[in-house]
């Protein structure tokens, strides 16, 4: 006797369709935040150096017994802390303080130090894709 529709059994929705929309669920929140815009910076934001950057100490002499000659060098993504706002220095450059340094190494900018940048020299958000692609080397390294 063949089979007609009605004796199949009900099944429930596939299994891939379910899957698509988990993950869709759990990477709109990494989608929202990766196309927000920024907003304007703010005294004590975490702001990151914008790939490998020379800056000028805000007070070059507290260094010179360091062998620094009133500049450092920042890594790319270093987190700094905004001291000071460009739009309340004439100068129109950005205070902050480095972190994330546990020791001085010449020519890499000491920890706490305070340095002066260039608004295009600073961005508000770490490179998430180049950090995960980073942890997943590590992991199964």
């Known amino acids: 006797m063949p089979s007609t529709p009605d004796d199949r059994q009900e099944s429930g929705p596939p299994l891939w369709s379910i899957g698509f929309g988990v993950i869709l669920i759990l990477s709109l929140p990494l989608l929202i935040y990766l196309i927000s815009p920024t907003g304007p910076i703010r005294e004590g934001d975490t702001i990151y150096s914008n790939g490998a950057v020379k800056v000028t100490f805000a007070n070059p002499l507290l260094y010179e017994s360091a062998r620094f000659d009133g500049s450092c060098l920042l890594d790319p993504e270093d987190p700094l802390i905004v001291v000071q706002r460009p739009t309340e220095r004439p100068d129109g450059l950005v205070l902050v303080k480095v972190q994330g340094k546990p020791a001085i ?29 980073e942890q997943l080397a590590k992991w199964f390294k």
């Open 105 to 133: 190494e010449w020519p890499f900018c000491p920890p706490q130090a305070e340095v002066l940048l260039l608004i295009h020299q600073v961005k508000q958000e770490p490179d998430l894709l180049t950090e995960t692609r």
